[in-house]
């Protein structure tokens, strides 16, 4: 079973701040990580490739430094990473970020499943997964909390909702995102470690991809920012001070109109 | 490059830093070769990282010398057809054949745009056995109800519904399209704007029209909340969006209202799917759950433990609210998961969030921001969650919590 990670490196938003001299976020000394959706989608990829074989390669398109979540990625046991990156890539919104990764894919072809975490922790969209099975037109089945079964060429597998979970039958190939419930990551062994050092990360840019132009970058992506701002930040309320009763009962004074 | 310093007119005087949001521009020592000036400031200039540019644009109207030039990915000639495009659009969810509040409340943005756009408000309407909901629809807002009924179409799956509503859009070709940000709606949505060609914005919490250019303002937050952004789809059509529950307001039922039904049917082969949907299993043991919810009482560590969570349920019934949870609740094992509330699970905003042993890390934070009132009960006066809670109560929630839920079941009474 050959199966494709598509992974994302964030900042890691623990450390977030804002500096409420210039209003901008201070992103100085900020840890980059792989966004924690991720690491579910490299989890399960890793160990479906323990249960039936096959090769598993991790893909994130991204300025240089996003080598080292493709290294840590195969830390955790992924076989191969490939690093998609070019200036011509700056500025991809989801429909160019989904487009451009649809590409790597279908070089490096053969695959019989595509994972993807959820959504990213900074844009928070949920948009490039099934824009990618949409390029590929592959099925899709988002927010998969669990693989019940894989055999003769399809899976099984439980997909979160508002409510619960849906049961859903897919043939393969197809693309899966998946929420936090599916697994728990494991940390990379030593021997992973050293592995994840010596390996070699192809980098692929337009050039070995071969892509539309006008469907990349800037130019490729329909949607376009036109303001960015700060919100204004939500201020301490007031402490209500007293004894239990008292607190209580002057809550619930406070609320009472606000409940039907 | 598409984004550029000019050289030449830029002072080094660092008001672009000040607007970059991503920290992508430094202002550097330019070695000039004349080495005459006398003035060392010249020397400095602008420059920006392009790794970390995420060419938003922020810096342009910074800088005050018009020195950042970026260039905008206009094509040629803009697209002459989009002029053909008409109307609001909202998809309209459904789940067992029943409308979703989520799509009301879109109708009810709708109106308001429309208006300012003086055209109409289309719902569109997939499932099966249906057509006792569309009333309602056309009584919130909906001025026309695109109908397109079929056995397949009686639980949302992606591949027939994709198909059906792309060539809804090609055939009748709506200005803007608006969609919850559901599990189905984030899902549909992104395959549609896909296959279409055009722009999707996702959970915008404010949405509005460009006086001028008479176009979709569509504003979200980004990292957690900690900024905001405004977008637009220039150049495609339609302009699509989507919106999380309790964001928009429903308009009031106008049992006056008089609308349009379109009926729509396709040939078999287009509500097919590979995919297949087994089952549905509903897991929501109280009656609301957390994204519908108006009130949510949430526990957090301070819970010390699974058996305690029947406070909050007793208080959440009370109150016809849903029970949510912090990590760390979840990650011991005292809830399951899907009450998690916060960025690795589920974002809600009621209007009242009752906060119970949480102590309110960024994490939680970015999931509960939005809630028009936050109550934190702690017994900690130096939790985080006191700095943005609108109430705090400063005690045990072992004490508080009955009692609350007491206090309310009288008054609520009356």
Redesign the interface.
């Known amino acids: 079973m050959n199966i494709i990670v598509c992974i994302k490196q964030v ?1 890691e ?2 450390q ?3 500096n409420p001299e ?1 209003n ?5 000394g900020v840890k980059s990580i792989i966004n ?2 991720d690491m579910y989608a490299i989890e399960e990829a890793v160990r479906l490739k323990e249960k039936f074989g096959g090769k598993t390669t991790v893909i994130t398109m991204g ?3 996003a080598d080292a979540a493709l290294r840590e990625a195969i830390s955790m046991g992924i076989d191969e990473g490939i690093l998609l990156s070019d ?1 011509a890539f ?2 991809s ?3 160019a970020t ?2 451009t990764l649809a590409g790597a894919i279908k070089k490096i072809g053969g695959f019989d499943l595509i994972i993807c975490g959820k959504q990213a ?11 990618i ?3 590929l037109d592959i ?5 998969v ?1 669990k693989i019940e079964e894989i055999k003769g060429g399809s899976m ?1 597998v439980e ?13 393969l190939p ?1 693309l899966l995102t998946v ?3 599916i697994n728990e990551p494991r940390i990379p062994s030593l021997r992973g470690m050293m592995k994840a050092r010596q390996a070699k990360i192809a980098t692929w840019s337009q050039k070995e991809l071969g892509l539309d132009s ?1 469907r990349i ?15 204004p930040q ?7 001070p007293g004894e ?2 008292e ?3 002057k ?2 004074e ?3 109109g ?3 | 490059m598409p984004i550029q310093i000019i050289i030449e007119k830029c002072t080094g005087c660092s008001l672009c830093i000040k607007a970059c949001p991503f920290d992508a521009i430094r202002i550097m020592d330019k070695l000039e070769s004349s080495g005459s000036a006398s003035d060392s400031r010249s020397h400095k200039k602008a420059v920006i990282d392009l790794d970390k540019c995420n060419l938003c644009g922020a810096c342009v109207p910074a800088c005050k010398l018009k020195a950042v030039l970026l260039e905008k990915a206009e094509t040629a000639a803009p697209n002459p057809s989009l002029k053909d495009y008409k109307g609001i659009w909202i998809f309209i969810e459904q789940k067992q054949g029943k409308v979703q509040s989520v799509s009301y409340e879109l109708l009810g943005k709708a109106q308001e745009l429309a208006k300012k756009l003086t055209t109409q408000v289309s719902a569109v309407f997939l499932g099966n056995n249906v057509e006792d909901q569309l009333d309602e629809l056309i009584w919130h807002g909906a001025d026309n109800v695109y109908l397109v009924e079929a056995p397949e179409l009686a639980n949302f799956q992606d591949e027939p519904y994709t198909n059906v509503l792309v060539r809804l859009i090609l055939e009748y070709k709506p200005e803007i399209l608006l969609c919850g940000a559901t599990s189905i709606g984030r899902s549909l949505i992104s395959r549609v704007a896909v296959k279409i060609n055009t722009g999707l914005t996702a959970d915008c919490t404010g949405l509005d029209i460009d006086p001028e250019k008479k176009i979709l303002l569509q504003t979200r937050p980004a990292f957690g909340g900690n900024i905001m952004a405004t977008i637009i789809t220039p150049r495609h059509r339609p302009q699509m969006a989507t919106v999380r529950h309790k964001v928009m307001q429903p308009m009031a039922p106008d049992k006056r209202r008089q609308g349009k039904i379109i009926r729509e049917s396709f040939d078999p082969y287009v509500y097919t799917s590979r995919a297949k949907l087994l089952d549905i299993v509903d897991e929501v043991e109280t009656l609301v759950n957390l994204a519908e919810a108006d009130i949510i009482v949430s526990g957090g560590r301070g819970m010390g433990g699974p058996e305690n969570f029947k406070l909050l349920e007793e208080l959440a019934k009370v109150l016809g609210g849903a029970v949510g949870a912090s990590r760390a609740a979840v990650d011991a094992g005292w809830i399951p998961y899907s009450h998690q509330v916060g960025q690795t699970g589920r974002t809600v905003a009621p209007k009242i969030y009752i906060a119970c042993g949480i102590s309110g890390q960024i994490q939680h934070f970015v999931g509960m921001s939005s809630s028009k009132i936050i109550i934190a009960i702690n017994k900690d006066p130096d939790a985080p969650i006191f700095k943005f809670a609108t109430y705090g109560l400063i005690g045990d929630l072992f004490q508080i919590v009955p009692a609350l839920t007491k206090k309310f079941k009288e008054t609520l009474r009356k």
Do not use: C
């Not at chain 1, 922790?121 to 824009?131: K, R």
């Not at chain 1, 970058?217 to 919100?231: A, R, Y």
């Not at chain 1, 939500?234 to 209500?240: D, F, L, T």
């Open positions: 900042p938003t623990t977030v701040q804002i210039t901008t976020l201070i992103r100085k924690p959706f300025p240089p430094q200036p700056a500025g919104d989801t429909w989904s487009y922790s900074d844009g928070d969209t949920a948009q490039v997964g099934p824009g099975s949409m390029h099925p899709q089945v988002t927010y909390k099984r997909r979160m909702t508002e409510e619960g979970f849906e049961i859903i039958e897919t043939p197809a929420v936090k419930e006008e970058g800037l130019s490729g992506s329909p949607t376009q920012v036109i303001k960015i701002f700060t919100p939500r201020s301490g309320g007031q402490i209500i239990t009763q607190v209580v009962d809550l619930v406070l609320l009472k606000e409940i039907n």
